[in-house]
């Protein structure tokens, strides 16, 4: 019952930047963890960044130094900020939240539908 819907992809330059936001709703009692993924034409699905509730974070190597992860808890929403675009940034850009339903509960991990990135050199 738990919804995330990513926005913010488009058509940008090299060297271009994009803010990408992820909004998760539904009955949710808190969301431990929070992260970005990205899937190439032909590629698997990669970690981009992750966060966690108390801001911990994870980047891959490749986006080190040009893309911040944050997030709204207040909210519920994620972010990444993407600058000095490369053309191989280009990749569906995935939202995922490991959610708790209830106190004590167990996690579980929700996908967002994904928005497409695209860098052009």
């Known amino acids: 019952q738990v919804l995330l819907v990513e926005s913010g992809g488009g058509l940008v330059q090299a060297g271009g930047s994009l803010r990408l936001s992820c909004a998760a709703s539904?009955?949710?009692?808190?969301?431990?963890?929070m992260g970005w993924y990205r899937q190439a034409p032909g590629k698997q699905r990669e970690l981009v960044a992750r966060?966690?509730?108390?801001?911990?974070?994870n980047y891959a190597d490749s986006v080190k130094g040009r893309f911040t992860i944050s997030r709204d808890n207040a909210k519920n929403t994620v972010y990444l900020q993407m600058n000095s675009l490369k053309p191989e940034d280009t990749a569906v850009y995935y939202c995922?939240?490991?959610?708790?339903?209830?106190?004590?509960?167990?996690?579980?991990?929700?996908w967002g539908q994904g928005t497409q990135v695209t860098v052009s050199s």
């Open positions: 995922d939240a490991v959610v708790r339903l209830l106190p004590g509960g167990g996690p579980y991990a929700y």
């Open positions: 966060i966690t509730s108390v801001g911990s974070t």
């Open positions: 539904g009955s949710i009692f808190s969301i431990p963890s």
